[in-house]
């Protein structure tokens, strides 16, 4: 299967904007959906974001519609989330996922066959 690598992850002040990377090894990164999602410390694991195959279809999480934006390079295996205007409450270890048999974009993590270590956003207010 594949295996996942997040990086960006830093101390930004509120109101900024920093971009998020995963790195995805495998043949066969072109045909899975990915996703990213989010955990702050003693929160449950939320949905922030995911991406067909081929960039066409989109989906959000309600916190970050509007100011952040998945999208994907095939090319380089890469998976990327440009995050405007953060605010404080985005604080969180920041994953990417990977769905093997998904259809279109989904928030279910229990649609995700593989995931990354994680890479830690922290905003100051």
């Known amino acids: 299967h594949v295996q996942l690598f997040e990086s960006g992850g830093r101390l930004v002040q509120a109101g900024g904007s920093l971009r998020l990377s995963c790195s995805a090894n495998?043949?066969?990164?072109?045909?899975?959906?990915m996703a990213w999602f989010r955990q702050a410390p003693g929160k449950e694991l939320e949905f922030v974001a995911s991406?067909?195959?081929?960039?066409?279809?989109?989906y959000y999480g309600e916190a970050v519609q509007g100011r952040f934006t998945i999208s994907r390079d095939n090319a380089k295996n890469s998976l990327y989330l440009q995050m405007n205007s953060v605010k404080p409450e985005d604080s969180a270890l920041y994953h990417c996922?990977?769905?093997?048999?998904?259809?279109?974009?989904?928030?279910?993590?229990?649609?995700?066959?593989?995931w990354g270590p994680g890479t830690q956003v922290t905003v100051s207010s």
């Open positions: 996922a990977a769905d093997f048999g998904g259809a279109s974009p989904q928030k279910q993590k229990e649609g995700y066959g593989a």
């Open positions: 495998g043949p066969t990164y072109t045909t899975y959906i």
């Open positions: 991406i067909d195959q081929s960039s066409t279809s989109t």
